[in-house]
């Protein structure tokens, strides 16, 4: 088969244009994704009924949101091999069958055991879901434009998902029972398995010997299982705790053998070359950066809102719906801007937006309100989610070999997670240290604060990397003009698509 000619299921015609059905397949992907991030954060408001009706320890409940978070980061890189191996449609439908069955245990768990060896499956698909979908994006919309104008889509589909398991949690807690916060996947499952075999193309698939280079799957899945679990569990246990620095140390040893597993292994799961593309190292460098400010100020303004605001957990949903909102208007804003002048300077605006919203939040006080406090920060840090988020995706995905996209995209999404997990420790840390004053309320305040101006530092921190990334691309003059074409920065990889 021709390697330019993607999958099994060529645009009706027999044309190599692009494929009509594009769009609906983006919705039934996007939909898909929408469940796997929905189902990463939806459990946080239902734990304390989860927690009296199976029996949990008040520590042991919180194993139902982290073994889903742990199986999920940890496997990201080898479903997404899965997809360059076996093809990334079939893995797709594959972990969707695997999610629906594991989301319907997980509703009718009967002890605490079942719910947390459930969640670690439900993770694993997600694992597999999220890599594989995006490689499935990434073959159905040719670089430029489109692809653009899809990873915007995708993005604030992500970013809303995020903000909608806090929007919807309480109330299907509340008023059906916390079962029906695994029930709600069954629907939307039935509905991608459905439909998947019609809209969706299969992504190429790397010829030659399959290999899943086990040692390497093994080593790097436990390495970012343990560096996860490590940023979790420091803000209980302390940074300079023998348990974290002990993790974070193997973590790290794990890493070094996985590179040396790699440079020696035939059929490798992570070939070392794809990282001698500055682009693409600087735009995962970027997400995780994203990331950690994303997840670590969206932790710090529910606490801020519901500890000293006094906000319900259903209030608070519904008044970050601002932020929510404008993650989605920057993230499709951002591509066809990223197609016209390039992804460098809109990664620049992403982030100058994303550190001048986490100053605006910096400044909230002990007797402070909506309005006065969160409206206009959570205004512009949405903003710069949505833009900073859709052109780190754009980086770190130009110009990828087309049997090496759902690769691609598992080093993504597992940076994002890594970087999430890293974000709340940091910010939840900060918080903690800071926290003092003469009352309760004063005391909270300025932990958060502290915590505030934590986030901006990752913003910053992502500013610098944009700039040198605009840097790289000044210098070399003799590459393609075609901002728009993403990728057109690596002209033989992309030729290699044709």
Do not use: H
Request: hydrophobic share 50%; aromatic share 8%; charged share 10%.
């Amino acid at each position: 088969m021709d390697r330019g000619q993607v999958g099994n299921s060529p645009p009706p015609g027999g044309g190599a244009g692009p494929d009509p059905r594009r769009w609906k397949a983006l919705a039934l992907l996007c939909a898909a994704y929408f469940m796997v991030i929905v189902d990463s954060q939806i459990v946080i408001l239902a734990l304390p009924e989860i927690e009296s009706d199976l029996g949990f320890s008040a520590g042991g409940v919180q194993w139902v949101l982290s073994a889903y978070l742990l199986s999920f980061g940890g496997l990201l890189l080898f479903g997404g091999r899965t997809a360059d191996l076996l093809g990334g449609r079939r893995m797709f439908m594959v972990g969707t069958v695997l999610f629906l069955v594991s989301s319907v245990v997980c509703g009718l768990a009967w002890t605490s055991e079942v719910l947390v060896v459930t969640r670690v499956i439900q993770g694993i698909a997600a694992a597999i879901m999220a890599p594989t979908a995006m490689a499935v994006l990434m073959t159905t919309f040719g670089e430029g434009s489109e692809r653009n104008r899809a990873l915007g889509i995708w993005t604030g589909i992500g970013a809303f998902g995020a903000t909608a398991a806090l929007l919807i949690g309480g109330p299907i807690t509340e008023g059906l029972g916390w079962e029906w916060i695994f029930f709600i996947n069954i629907p939307i499952a039935l509905v991608v398995l459905v439909l998947g075999p019609r809209l969706l193309r299969e992504t190429p698939i790397s010829e030659g010997k399959r290999s899943f280079d086990p040692a390497g799957a093994i080593t790097i899945t436990a390495a970012i299982a343990l560096l996860i679990y490590a940023v979790v569990e420091a803000p209980e246990v302390g940074w300079g705790d023998g348990q974290t620095i002990g993790l974070i140390v193997a973590a790290a040893v794990l890493v070094v053998v996985f590179a040396l597993i790699e440079k020696r292994a035939a059929s490798p799961l992570v070939p070392l070359r794809i990282f001698r593309s500055p682009t693409m190292v600087g735009g995962n460098l970027m997400m995780l950066l994203v990331a950690m400010a994303t997840y670590g100020g969206a932790l710090i303004t529910s606490l801020y809102a519901q500890q000293v605001l006094a906000y319900t957990a259903v209030f608070f949903g519904l008044s970050t719906a601002i932020y929510s909102a404008m993650s989605i208007v920057g993230s499709n804003i951002s591509g066809p801007v990223a197609t016209r002048f390039g992804f460098k300077p809109v990664a620049v605006v992403g982030t100058v937006l994303l550190g001048i919203g986490t100053l605006l939040l910096a400044q909230v006080s002990a007797d402070g309100d909506y309005f006065g406090d969160l409206f206009w920060g959570l205004l512009v840090f949405g903003s710069g989610i949505g833009t900073t988020v859709v052109a780190s995706s754009i980086a770190a995905l130009s110009g990828v070999r087309a049997n090496e996209s759902g690769l691609a995209s598992g080093i993504n999404n597992s940076v994002f997670q890594i970087g999430a997990a890293l974000g709340i420790a940091v910010c939840s840390s900060v918080a903690m240290a800071y926290t003092s004053g003469p009352t309760e309320r004063v005391a909270l305040t300025e932990g958060f604060q502290a915590a505030f101006f934590a986030t901006a530092a990752m913003a910053g921190i992502g500013l610098v990397v944009a700039l040198v990334l605009l840097l790289i691309r000044q210098s070399k003059p003799g590459q393609s003009t075609e901002t728009g074409q993403v990728g057109a920065e690596q002209p033989t990889a992309v030729a290699s698509r044709d």
